[in-house]
């Protein structure tokens, strides 16, 4: 990219430098943030998926025991209502699990079995599990999405316009300087020249 080699880039640049060195910090902790964020919440997500395959695996084993396995259908529960709300972790907007209602299909009480509503209630319970884990992973994704666009401002500023800032203070500061020295050699040298003549019209 060319420059202008003048004083007003000069100052320019360096209120650019300024700006660049203000705003990383920033971005810096952003992307901590983001990355603390998102390991936290997988860590949490991978807990509720372990609880809810412990409590499926517990479940199938607890109705093997009453040898009517075929007796209960899973389509007896159904989910009418995931509630949800908005939370906001590092200016991103994410979706915060609060619970789920669940209907239940009715079914005739006299011929089927007994723990039939304690089944209903288990699979609730492992439906809630997932429900909340998918939730979380939305969560991540949106965090993973944000963490992209940070670290891609990060190394922005890193790597191209605070490196780009300097050299062009640099380039223009070295220009300058010299321009400088030029205009001072020219002035003793003018000095010189009008000091011959005078003399020489004095002679």
């Given at each position: ?43 949490r997500a ?125 380039k ?32």
């Amino acid at each position: 990219m060319s420059i202008k080699l003048t004083k007003n880039e000069l100052k320019s640049q360096k209120d650019s430098l300024k700006r660049f060195l203000r705003y990383l910090p920033t971005l810096q902790l952003k992307k901590q943030q983001l990355q603390t964020e998102i390991r936290t919440i997988e860590v949490r997500a991978s807990q509720l998926r372990t609880e809810r395959d412990s409590l499926n695996k517990a479940f199938n084993v607890w109705i093997a025991v009453f040898g009517e396995v075929d007796a209960f259908d899973p389509d007896t529960v159904q989910i009418r209502e995931i509630r949800r709300s908005t939370g906001n972790i590092a200016g991103v907007s994410i979706p915060i699990y609060e619970t789920t209602e669940f209907t239940h299909a009715d079914y005739d009480l006299y011929r089927k079995p007994l723990w039939l509503d304690t089944a209903a209630e288990k699979i609730e319970q492992v439906l809630a599990l997932d429900l909340e884990a998918r939730i979380l992973d939305e969560q991540v994704r949106l965090l993973q999405t944000e963490l992209r666009i940070t670290t891609q401002r990060v190394n922005l500023f890193e790597k191209v316009k605070i490196p780009e800032a300097q050299n062009n203070i640099k380039k223009i500061s070295v220009y300058l300087g010299d321009q400088q020295v030029a205009a001072v050699v020219r002035g003793k040298i003018s000095k010189k020249n009008l000091e011959r003549v005078v003399q020489e019209d004095r002679e």
